[in-house]
């Protein structure tokens, strides 16, 4: 309890409410139970000041990104959600008992209905972390990196869920980059166009009006960080890589900057990159507008349209050149 005692004369109490200085803060205080009054001086006593933490649904919770991103949010004071297929599975990897932690069943490939209800309207975000098993079924990628993350899209939605933050992967957009022939490009595409099925999730992301923060990270290492982040805006980096624990922590910070919203981020670690903060590092990459990507698609159509019109020129010379080898045959058979 918190005794807070005022003189009889004061005319008024004037209780503020506390607000966050971050937009997306990790608590919220509020008065739970009723003031309590005294006769001989206006004595206010709040019996409960009670800090309410933001709960994330972590989707793909026991991944090895997955369970660092678990473990970071706790750590930052954070309440969670985990997203899981396997809660016997969850519970091994999470054995410490923690009020702030919930597992919970949840498959993305079974529909958003369901998932609605695993992340539930008491949610604040969702970061999505999961990421297809290797196996024989060249459908698979579809089914989780694409379906799976409309399907948390549209969750969102039904319960009001306003902010989404996507693990994605550098190279989606390899072959607009001029990287087809890259061996990383080459090489995860041949597991049922991986790269192409996250591109696809990515851009119904993008146009679902979510606030959202999409992390494309190079190549995934299990070790500890060993070089600093450097953050570059969407289709640049085509090589090097990260710590999953790097991942999980720009995960994390997206929630906490709001120069993260509405961002493509791509993301690796150098030993020789200068030590920046994530205020630094989200506010370096410029939102692109709506507008802009309209106009990417208008240079796209205009470049299919100059080569179609080539093609047909060419071959309406080619049909010219037929003619007037005709005609100069024909005036040879005649004689003129």
């Known amino acids: 309890m918190w005794p807070i005692t005022m003189a009889a004369s004061s005319p008024l109490l004037l209780?503020?409410?506390?607000?966050?200085?971050?937009?997306?803060?990790?608590?919220?205080?509020?008065?739970?139970?009723?003031?309590?009054?005294?006769?001989?001086?206006?004595?206010?006593?709040?019996?409960?000041?009670?800090?309410?933490?933001?709960?994330?649904?972590?989707?793909?919770?026991?991944?090895?990104?997955?369970?660092?991103?678990?473990?970071?949010?706790?750590?930052?004071?954070f309440a969670v959600k985990a997203g899981v297929r396997d809660a016997e599975k969850a519970k091994s990897m999470f054995p410490n008992p923690n009020e702030d932690l919930q597992i919970i069943k949840s498959d993305v490939t079974e529909g958003s209905?369901?998932?609605?209800?695993?992340i539930g309207d008491d949610s604040d975000a969702v970061i999505c972390a999961t990421g297809f098993q290797y196996s024989w079924d060249l459908l698979a990628p579809w089914k989780v990196d694409y379906y799976g993350t409309v399907n948390l899209v549209d969750a969102c939605r039904k319960v009001g869920v306003k902010r989404f933050i996507l693990v994605s992967s550098i190279l989606v957009n390899g072959a607009a980059m001029g990287q087809l022939l890259n061996p990383a490009y080459v090489f995860l595409n041949a597991f049922g166009l991986v790269l192409v099925a996250k591109l696809q999730a990515e851009q119904y992301i993008r146009k679902s009006g979510i606030n959202y923060t999409i992390i494309r990270p190079g190549g995934l290492k299990n070790d500890p960080p060993s070089g600093n982040i450097v953050m570059e805006p969407e289709d640049t980096l085509s090589e090097g890589s990260i710590s999953r624990d790097q991942v999980a922590e720009v995960a994390v910070e997206s929630l906490l900057h709001p120069q993260a919203s509405f961002k493509v981020v791509e993301i690796v670690a150098r030993t020789e990159a200068p030590s920046k903060s994530f205020v630094e590092l989200f506010g370096s990459i410029k939102e692109r507008s709506r507008l802009t990507h309209v106009l990417n698609s208008l240079k796209l159509i205009a470049l299919v349209l100059v080569f179609s019109i080539a093609l047909m020129a060419l071959q309406q010379l080619k049909i010219l050149k037929v003619l007037i080898g005709m005609t100069r045959r024909l005036n040879e058979d005649v004689g003129l």
């Open 113 to 118: 209905e369901k998932l609605a209800n695993a």
């Open 15 to 77: 209780l503020r409410s506390f607000t966050p200085t971050k937009p997306f803060s990790k608590t919220i205080l509020s008065l739970r139970k009723p003031l309590k009054f005294y006769s001989n001086s206006i004595r206010m006593e709040i019996s409960e000041i009670e800090a309410e933490k933001k709960k994330i649904f972590v989707s793909g919770a026991t991944g090895k990104t997955g369970k660092r991103i678990v473990e970071q949010l706790l750590a930052k004071g």
